[in-house]
């Protein structure tokens, strides 16, 4: 039985070719009007009316905008930093002026200037990295609008059976190239299927605000990395153990104040099943 439509929505998501804007576009392409951009060859997205390439350098916003005018804007955007500026810049003008809201996928990076706790949403951020930095920028330039407008989603460490992430452990165990692995941080995990169940609650639950998407239980990187490689197959993996600072340091982003319902949280135990061959 086909899903019916909901036309309430315009959707458009920035990054859909990328390895969580797809997982986004497939959770909603059924249930809404969803459009996406990509930046690749990739012939599959050729002739897709629904796909916009877009090279963030090259090219201006406006005309997708115009050409698709979204309800929703989803930011997955990567590449060069003073161009995401730009963008967002362009979108939030875009925002100000027609009804619609921004979806923004930031990162735990703006706090990792903290190291001692666990961040929340209503903590202040702080970032030592060039990457945590963009992310509080695009995050501020949010802030300034009113509340309905936005919806600032901070993500820690993005797993799932096809993320770089799991590409990058198996190429390594193929060629038998050490591991890194930090055993002093302590972080927690999302998986991008999660991630898009939870933005399709956001929408239909008309969301606003910041959101933390982290597992409910923190980890420590190397007992994870060990424990995915576990559930990969039958490996004797080499390990590079990578000591940034002499204690144990946090990256992770908790959830308090904007809380999503019991069945969209999970546990970082529930990413293995994922993963399993």
Do not use: W
């Not at 019916?4 to 497939?26: D, P």
């Not at 002739?47 to 997955?76: C, M, R, W």
């Not at 200037?113 to 060039?130: G, N, Q």
């Not at 923190?218 to 153990?241: C, R, S």
């Amino acid at each position: 039985m086909k899903k019916k439509i909901n036309s309430k929505h315009r959707i458009l998501i920035l990054g859909a070719s990328g390895f969580i804007g797809n997982a986004i576009y497939k959770e909603l392409c059924s249930y809404f009007n969803t459009f996406g951009t990509y930046n690749t060859n990739n012939i599959s997205f050729n002739g897709n009316h629904h796909f916009f390439q877009y090279n963030i350098e090259d090219d201006g916003i406006f005309k997708i905008l115009e050409a698709v005018k979204p309800t929703i804007i989803i930011s997955s955007l990567r590449g060069d930093f003073f161009a995401q500026i730009i963008v967002h810049q362009h979108i939030v003008e875009y925002l100000i002026t027609h009804k619609c809201k921004l979806i923004f996928l930031s990162s735990a990076n703006v706090f990792d200037a903290y190291s001692k706790y666990p961040s929340y949403e209503l903590d202040k951020t702080l970032s030592e990295s060039i990457y945590g930095r963009l992310k509080i920028k695009i995050e501020n330039m949010m802030l300034r609008l009113p509340k309905r407008k936005y919806a600032i989603l901070r993500l820690p460490m993005v797993f799932g059976a096809l993320s770089p992430r799991i590409e990058d452990i198996k190429i390594h165990l193929k060629e038998k190239k050490p591991i890194e692995v930090f055993p002093n941080l302590i972080m927690n995990v999302i998986t991008d299927n999660k991630i898009s169940q939870q933005i399709h609650y956001i929408i239909n639950r008309s969301k606003s605000g910041i959101f933390h998407l982290g597992s409910k239980d923190l980890v420590h990187h190397d007992d994870f990395i060990k424990e995915i490689i576990k559930t990969l197959g039958n490996y004797k993996p080499v390990f590079k153990h990578v000591y940034t600072t002499n204690e144990d340091r946090y990256l992770a982003v908790l959830p308090k104040s904007n809380l999503l319902p019991k069945h969209l949280q999970l546990y970082s135990q529930e990413i293995f099943s994922d993963l399993e061959i």
